[in-house]
């Protein structure tokens, strides 16, 4: 039973305009979520993070979006950029818990294009 | 800093076999997790040491899957006797022992198992 879900295996964005990446969850224990950012033949990347008590996180381009009551993330890319094209994971991780108890989804794969 | 090192990239073996993946963890972290990613499962934890000390295996699969970690610099993954299914990408990531440190993933070890 996945307890993190990204629904869509890929998504295809032209440059320039907004990448928008979705994660749902099911356990309403987890309070810290996050995104990594994965090339080919690369190991995953830490991104942005986000804590329950906040709604939203914003670093440069990249902004995460947190809606308790939905159990829904997003991760917001603007402007899209060709650099961009990776494979993005969703993670979650409960009160108390730590890295160690961090669930993955299963990743979206983004293409930009030029 | 070179960040987390894994050695072989690729490794190609027989069913049957003996198979060690390695590992040298980011210099200072002191927290060090071994992931297995497969299109079916995802990113999958197998095991996390603190401090050199195995917290949770509970993720290994089968008691032909063991984990050492002699020292805070180096970490080992073994399977034997391997098998076809255990055919994946083997990660490994450290951390500092802080729930808010994200995890720092070396590029992994493409295992194929005939």
């Known amino acids: 039973d996945q307890q993190v879900k990204q629904n869509s295996p890929s998504l295809s964005v032209q440059e320039g305009r907004i990448s928008i990446l979705n994660c749902d969850y099911t356990?309403?224990?987890?309070?810290?979520f996050l995104w990594y950012k994965k090339y080919p033949a690369e190991g995953p990347t830490f991104l942005i993070s986000?804590?329950?008590?906040?709604d939203k996180n914003e670093d440069g381009r990249f902004t995460v979006f947190l809606n308790k009551s939905a159990k829904h993330l997003s991760l917001h890319i603007v402007p899209s950029q060709p650099g961009d094209s990776a494979v993005y994971f969703c993670?979650?991780?409960?009160?108390?818990?730590?890295?160690?108890?961090?669930?993955f989804g299963k990743g979206t794969k983004l293409s930009v294009k030029p | 800093d070179a960040g987390v090192i894994q050695s072989p990239r690729h490794e190609v073996t027989e069913m049957g076999q003996e198979v060690t993946l390695r590992c040298k963890p980011i210099?200072?972290?002191?927290?060090l997790f071994w992931y297995r990613q497969t299109m079916m499962r995802g990113l999958e934890l197998l095991i996390y040491f603190n401090n050199n000390v195995p917290i949770d295996d509970s993720g290994m699969p089968e008691d032909r899957f063991s984990a050492k970690m002699p020292n805070a610099s180096f970490s080992t993954l073994k399977i034997q006797p391997s098998e076809p299914r255990d055919s994946a990408v083997y990660f490994c990531?450290?951390?500092?022992?802080?729930?808010?440190?994200?995890?720092?993933f070396g590029n992994g070890t493409r295992l194929t198992v005939t």
């Open positions: 356990n309403s224990m987890f309070d810290y």
């Open positions: 990531a450290s951390s500092l022992r802080d729930r808010g440190s994200p995890l720092h």
């Open positions: 986000i804590s329950s008590i906040k």
């Open positions: 210099s200072g972290h002191n927290s």
């Open positions: 993670a979650a991780m409960g009160y108390g818990g730590s890295q160690g108890n961090l669930i």
